[in-house]
């Protein structure tokens, strides 16, 4: 009998852990912000963000447009890539091999409910793993940006630019 049970186990096992793989949590300094807003609107919201904080729409992907181009229906999605010239100079100068971060990503998902979340990493943790001061201090000014882009997206009322 309780061989049986270490059978049943053992079968059970690798289907456990590969649910809770496709349920994994977002990676630590992830900003997830849920919102009372539909996909849309959150997305529309968000551009306006980007444009009233001075910052540049440089990349955009969507699974779900790419899925509804081919007749299929999937969950909202949507991926920004947001960055300014200024900061691009700034950052090459300080290390080249950091240009692959740029630009930093807004990321903004339908749920189940019709709401849509948005998600981002701070540009701080983006940055850290090259331990470099010049692009530390960078990050933290973008962190300052990019709190505020997500504060105006997610607020409720009307959109207007956050300052200080």
Do not use: C
């Not at 509804?68 to 960055?83: D, E, F, M, Q």
């Amino acid at each position: 009998m309780i061989m049986n049970r270490f059978k049943i186990f053992g079968l059970l096992l690798p289907l456990l852990l590969l649910s809770a793989g496709s349920q994994a949590a977002p990676l630590q300094s992830t900003e997830v912000i849920p919102t009372g807003y539909g996909f849309t609107e959150l997305t529309s919201r968000l551009r306006q963000a980007i444009t009233d904080n001075k910052m540049g729409l440089v990349t955009q992907a969507s699974a779900s447009r790419g899925a509804a181009s081919r007749g299929i229906k999937i969950p909202g999605n949507i991926v920004l890539g947001v960055y300014r010239n200024d900061f691009a100079v700034r950052m090459l100068k300080a290390s080249v091999a950091s240009g692959i971060e740029a630009p930093i990503r807004f990321y903004v998902t339908e749920n189940p409910d019709g709401t849509a979340t948005l998600s981002y990493r701070t540009p701080s943790t983006v940055f850290v793993p090259y331990k470099n001061d010049d692009l530390d201090q960078m990050a933290r000014e973008l962190d300052i940006i990019f709190t505020r882009i997500a504060t105006q997206a997610t607020r409720t009322g009307p959109q207007a630019p956050v300052r200080e």
